[in-house]
C-alpha cells in the first residue's frame, strides 16, 4: 500500500521560508512524476510543483521564482522549498503523483502565511 507523509508546515510571516519533505513509499516514488498540491479552504486542489523522475520541473504561474522542488530518489522523499511566502500560499499542502491516477492522499500539511 503506497503511503504518502507530509511535514514541515507551520505559520510563518509574508516574506519567511518554510522547506516541506514528503517520503513516500518505495512502489510508487522510483517510477513516478512527483507533485505538490495546495487545497485553500473553499478552493479546489492545485498542483504548485511537479517533478519527473528524470528531473524535470513544472511550477505554476503563482509560485514560479519563489517555490523549489526537489527529490531524494535514495531517500524516497520529495521536498518543497518556499520562499517570499505570501499570504495567498495559505493551505493544507500535498504531495502524491504529479500527472495521472493519484494514490491515496496523505493527511497534509498545514502552511498559514499572515501578519
Known amino acids: 500500500q503506497v503511503q504518502l507523509v507530509e511535514s514541515g508546515g507551520g505559520s510563518v510571516q509574508p516574506g519567511e521560508s518554510l522547506r516541506l519533505s514528503c517520503v513516500t513509499s518505495g512502489d510508487i516514488f522510483s517510477s513516478a512524476s512527483m507533485g505538490w498540491f495546495r487545497q485553500a479552504p473553499g478552493k479546489q486542489r492545485e498542483l504548485v510543483a511537479g517533478?519527473?523522475?528524470?528531473?524535470?520541473?513544472h511550477y505554476a504561474d503563482s509560485v514560479k521564482g519563489r517555490f523549489t522542488i526537489s527529490r531524494n530518489n535514495a531517500k524516497n522523499t520529495v521536498y518543497l522549498q518556499m520562499n517570499s511566502l505570501k499570504p495567498e500560499d495559505t493551505a493544507v499542502y500535498y504531495c502524491?503523483?504529479?500527472?495521472?491516477?493519484?494514490?491515496?492522499w496523505g493527511q497534509g500539511t498545514q502552511v498559514t502565511v499572515s501578519s
Open positions: 502524491n503523483i504529479a500527472w495521472g491516477t493519484p494514490a491515496d
Open positions: 517533478i519527473t523522475r528524470h528531473g524535470t520541473l
